[in-house]
């Protein structure tokens, strides 16, 4: 029986980012129709492959589609999915060449509705006076702090999209150079050079008068 997709649509949780380990046993889990292990697995690395599709695809929904697809095919394969390295890079790399098919098959589509308009969520403030001071107080509160995170966010957006996936790889899911070398599917001297240069050039942007 397949795994409860439901499970595979959930939001994305913010938590701590630090580079993540799928144990072998639950490789090995997953290739024998565990679903307790494939589960698990998807536990250890939804958010990671969520964050990771979203900053390719930059589109919440999307972003979910290309994870499920992923998963999804993971699943299907059972004993023939036998990654011989990390079983986070294979994952991270497969979520990207899935994203980048998704976002051709979509940019395809845009050609003949071009002048579709994109769907913008607003969240007004409700309730009183009292509570949407309540409301103001805390999106104001480390107002320095959030400006700042959100000049770095567009400093990594507008990064040349492989600068910008090394950088998100690196620093924001703790990749090894290593790992990185093999989600892109290049060489160790390769990804250390894209990561160096990603990195210059946002330490250099963020100098810049604001």
Same mark, same amino acid.
Request: no cysteine; proline share 3%; hydrophobic share 35%.
């Given at each position: ?13 913010e938590g701590e980012r630090k580079? =993540? ?16 292990? %494939?589960?698990?697995?998807?536990? =250890? ?6 964050? %990771?599709?979203?900053s390719v695809l930059r589109s919440?929904?999307?972003? +979910? /589609?290309?994870? @499920? ?28 060449? @899935? ?8 940019? *395809? %589509? ?9 769907? @913008? ?11 949407? +001071? ?27 999209e492989r600068y910008r996936t090394?950088? =998100?790889? *690196? ?29 210059? @050039?946002? =330490? +250099?942007?963020?100098? +810049? /008068?604001?």
């Amino acid at each position: 029986m397949a795994p409860n997709r439901s499970y595979l649509r959930s939001e994305s949780l913010e938590g701590e980012r630090k580079s =993540i380990d799928i144990p072998r046993s639950l490789v090995d889990g997953v290739r024998r129709g565990d679903e307790r292990a %494939f589960e698990e697995m998807l536990i =250890i690395s939804y958010d990671s492959l969520y964050r %990771f599709a979203k900053s390719v695809l930059r589109s919440e929904e999307d972003a +979910k /589609d290309a994870v @499920q697809e992923v998963l999804i095919n993971v699943w299907r394969l059972g004993d023939r999915w036998n990654p011989s390295g990390s079983a986070i890079s294979y994952l991270l790399a497969s979520v990207r060449n @899935q994203a980048l098919k998704s976002r051709r098959a979509r940019d *395809r %589509f845009a050609d003949f509705y071009s002048e579709a308009d994109p769907t @913008q969520e607003n969240v007004p403030l409700g309730g009183d006076i009292d509570s949407q +001071k309540n409301q103001l107080d805390d999106l104001i509160e480390d107002e320095a702090e959030q400006l700042e995170a959100l000049r770095v966010e567009h400093v990594v957006n507008n990064l040349r999209e492989r600068y910008r996936t090394v950088y =998100i790889l *690196r620093y924001r899911e703790g990749l090894s150079i290593a790992e990185v070398a093999s989600v892109l599917e290049t060489s160790y001297k390769a990804a250390e050079h894209l990561i160096h240069r990603a990195t210059s @050039q946002v =330490i +250099k942007a963020l100098k +810049k /008068d604001p």
